[in-house]
């Protein structure tokens, strides 16, 4: 019997592994598909890769500016495929030699819990073999969801899966069904790597999530027109229609999109539908109840990641992880806590965001003040001739506290982590602002963003 069987190995799973080979704890691990799962192979990573090479794309574009010559032959998505894929293969391969020199075995095939201590492994070739655990710990991850009549097919309809794993080439023109983050992000790296590129949104604006302000969504808004991206707001897909190997889309206004192909991005679904046979209490959208603890209704299974109701964000299901393991083997029960979760979205411009929004802060009666400043007139952003973005601070109106961080801008994903610092230590705007930031940096735009509070506005 294992000490501990870990079904699927993204981010959850992989965290797990790595913590209890630690613990010298007799570790299996279950995989249907690719090690590294979703984040690895079609989402996080290769995402990112793409973005970069976007980025890069642009900043060609200004190398003139440092008395550089340069003149671009070609732009082409399936060299960056082949050597995303390399990149890819790299990761993946280092957790597997991982794996053989810890001597950790991999059951290749669907797992199901068809016992308290006992999972199921249906295989490709149809076979089944059974093994046994102390702890079970579910880290399936999530799968892509449709809306209305638009059913993926691989071919015309595709989801971010099939973009970011199978496309070879971008069609001459894509449309994005939804203005969420992976929407902006795919939709984004299409347009610079030359497709052209339509977003249907239903709400009114870019990014309508809660946690994101309408001041970010403005900036991209006005961003992706510059780009040239077609952004369709208020509005949804009523109709469609393959015609002469295009998509025809009819839109709730009256409007057509003709288009080579669609791409869904409308959202994630938990991956448990066929998790077990012994009664594992779920909600109604089929996520796994957990306790604080995330034990699932069976004291020695737990979940994490995706599976679970909390933030769908890799990092997310990392901590989550180690919580879990903690939990199994460790000397004292660990809470899980989300108060402090940075994030981050990597479109036209990077968009990192931690604690709470005004809006949000309003929604709970806390009064607040905030401070911005621009990335026009950081010095260090200007040298990398990237001035386009700013950073809001949001504080608490009468101790000055510092509740929530936005930026913006190049290296946000990076600088955000000096916010949730700052937050977890409660540092006041007085704080922050006193703190050496070292010169030039993007960093030093925190002192700039708290000038307003902390000394009186210069106009």
Request: glycine fraction near 8%; proline fraction near 3%; charged fraction near 30%.
């Amino acid at each position: 019997m294992y000490d501990l069987i870990i079904i699927g190995t993204g981010p959850g799973g992989y965290e797990a592994l790595l913590n209890a080979l630690r613990l010298k704890l007799n570790v299996a691990v279950v995989e249907k598909s690719k090690l590294g799962g979703n984040c690895l192979n079609r989402a996080c990573i290769p995402t990112k890769y793409y973005r970069a090479g976007s980025h890069t794309i642009e900043k060609l574009g200004k190398i003139k500016k440092y008395g550089i010559q340069f003149e671009l032959k070609s732009i082409s998505f399936k060299e960056a495929k082949k050597y995303k894929d390399e990149a890819i293969g790299f990761l993946r391969k280092s957790l597997s030699q991982l794996l053989k020199a810890k001597k950790t075995p991999v059951y290749k095939g669907t797992g199901k819990i068809t016992g308290k201590n006992r999972v199921e492994i249906l295989k490709e070739d149809g076979t089944k073999e059974t093994i046994e655990g102390k702890y079970i710990l579910i880290a399936t991850g999530s799968v892509p969801t449709s809306v209305g009549g638009l059913v993926p097919d691989g071919k015309y309809i595709l989801t971010t899966e099939n973009f970011m794993e199978d496309l070879e080439e971008l069609p001459e023109n894509l449309t994005v069904i939804g203005g969420g983050v992976a929407g902006c992000e795919l939709g984004y790296i299409a347009s610079v790597y030359g497709s052209k590129v339509s977003i249907v949104e239903i709400k009114d604006r870019l990014l309508p999530i809660k946690s994101i302000s309408e001041e970010v969504s403005r900036n991209l808004m006005r961003r992706f027109k510059k780009a040239g991206i077609d952004v369709r707001l208020n509005v949804y897909v009523k109709e469609h229609y393959v015609e002469n190997g295009k998509v025809k889309l009819v839109l709730s206004d009256g409007n057509e999109i003709y288009t080579d192909k669609v791409l869904l991005s409308v959202g994630r679904r938990p991956n448990t539908d066929s998790i077990d046979e012994i009664g594992i209490e779920k909600d109604e959208r089929g996520f796994i109840k957990v306790d604080d603890y995330l034990r699932t209704n069976f004291e020695n299974i737990y979940a994490c990641g995706d599976v679970v109701n909390s933030p769908m964000l890799a990092h997310v299901a990392s901590y989550e992880a180690k919580v879990a393991v903690e939990n199994m083997f460790g000397k004292k029960n660990k809470k899980r806590d989300y108060s402090i979760v940075p994030w981050a979205i990597f479109t036209a411009f990077e968009i990192a965001h931690v604690g709470l929004t005004e809006d949000e802060a309003k929604e709970k009666g806390i009064d607040t003040v905030s401070g911005y400043y621009p990335y026009t007139y950081n010095e260090k952003a200007v040298d990398e001739l990237e001035t386009e973005g700013f950073v809001r601070l949001v504080f608490e109106k009468d101790s000055k506290q510092i509740i929530g961080a936005t930026v913006a801008g190049i290296e946000a994903s990076e600088i955000i982590h000096v916010m949730a610092y700052a937050i977890k230590n409660k540092m006041t705007a007085q704080e922050i602002h006193d703190f050496i930031y070292f010169h030039p940096s993007l960093s030093e735009i925190f002192v700039y963003a708290t000038y307003d509070i902390v000394v009186g506005k210069l106009f």
